[in-house]
């Protein structure tokens, strides 16, 4: 399994930028697809951005344009990039790794999550 901790998160004003990083342990990490979640209050955990272990990218169209998705192997990280930031994108934010090849939600390794918020 793979053990995963956030970093980054933290408070800014609407139209700032935020990144978050992920430092995967775990020999294997170079094979594993990793993606964001986030959930916000009330609301259900939506899938930010993945990437595989090729490098291809994936985002939620509410985030596209503005969020960048990145991995170095070597480091064993995992990053997304946040600019032009929303209120709507407040939200605890969670890595994952789809360790298994089975998928994210039901077999991932989950970290702790981080703390986003956006003032207006």
């Known amino acids: 399994q793979v053990q995963l901790v956030e970093s980054g998160g933290g408070l800014v004003q609407a139209g700032g930028s935020l990144r978050l990083s992920c430092l995967a342990s775990?020999?294997?990490?170079?094979?594993?697809?990793m993606a964001w979640y986030r959930q916000a209050p009330g609301k259900q955990r939506e899938l930010v951005a993945s990437i595989t272990n090729g490098g291809s990218t994936n985002y939620a169209d509410s985030v596209k344009g503005r969020f960048t998705i990145s991995r170095d192997n070597d480091k064993k990280t995992v990053s997304l990039q946040m600019n032009s930031l929303k209120p709507e994108d407040t939200a605890v934010y969670y890595c994952v790794a789809d360790w298994t090849g089975l998928g994210f939600e039901d077999f991932g390794s989950w970290g702790q999550g981080t703390q986003v918020t956006v003032s207006s």
């Open positions: 775990g020999s294997m990490f170079s094979t594993n697809a």
